[in-house]
C-alpha cells in the first residue's frame, strides 16, 4: 500500500494452481449414450480420461477374447487431448515439451465406450468383467434390447 491507496495485482503475474484452469469434463453424455453396431456394450457410470495405452489395453483383450468366439467389436472412444513431455536430460524452461507421448480423451457418465456382437449374455458377462480392470472408470453392460443394463 503507498499512501492508503490498495494496489492492484498484477494481471501479467504467474498463474499459480494451473490445474484449476484445464478443462472439465461435463456431467453427462449428450452423445454416443446408445448402441449402434453391436449386441452389447459396455457404458461408463463415471467421468474420466481413458489414455491411449489403457484403450489399447482393451482393444488387445478383446481381440484375444473374441476372436476364438467368432465375434467382432467397435471401439468408440477417439482420443483428441494430446500429450507433451521433455526428454528425460532435458533441463526445465525452454518452453513446453515437443515429443508426443501419447493422448487422453474424456469419458462421460452415460458414453458407450465399446461395442461386441458373437457371444451370448453369460460370455459377455465374462467380457465386461475382464475389460473393466483395464479402465479407470466404473462401467456397467448394456444390451440392444431398449439398452438395458445387465448386472
Known amino acids: 500500500r503507498l499512501c492508503g491507496v490498495p494496489t492492484m495485482p498484477n494481471p501479467w503475474r504467474k498463474i499459480f494452481l494451473r490445474r484449476l484452469l484445464r478443462p472439465k469434463i461435463p456431467k453427462a453424455s449428450?452423445?454416443?449414450?446408445?448402441?449402434?453396431?453391436?449386441?452389447f456394450g459396455v457404458l461408463s457410470t463415471e467421468a474420466g480420461l481413458?489414455?491411449?495405452?489403457?484403450?489399447?489395453?482393451?482393444?488387445?483383450s478383446m481381440g484375444r477374447k473374441l476372436k476364438p468366439m467368432g465375434g467382432r467389436f467397435w471401439i468408440h472412444i477417439n482420443h483428441f487431448i494430446p500429450l507433451t513431455r521433455k526428454a528425460k536430460g532435458a533441463r526445465m524452461g525452454k518452453g513446453k515439451g515437443a515429443a508426443l507421448t501419447g493422448g487422453k480423451a474424456p469419458v462421460r457418465p452415460g458414453t458407450v465406450i465399446i461395442e461386441f456382437s458373437g457371444v451370448d449374455e453369460l460370455e459377455a458377462k465374462a467380457?465386461?468383467?475382464?475389460?473393466?480392470k483395464k479402465l479407470p472408470v466404473k462401467t456397467r453392460l448394456i444390451t440392444n434390447k431398449f439398452n438395458e443394463a445387465i448386472v
Open 50 to 60: 481413458l489414455t491411449n495405452a489403457q484403450k489399447e489395453a482393451v482393444r488387445l
Open 30 to 39: 449428450t452423445t454416443n449414450k446408445s448402441l449402434l453396431l453391436g449386441k
Open 127 to 132: 467380457l465386461h468383467s475382464s475389460i473393466t
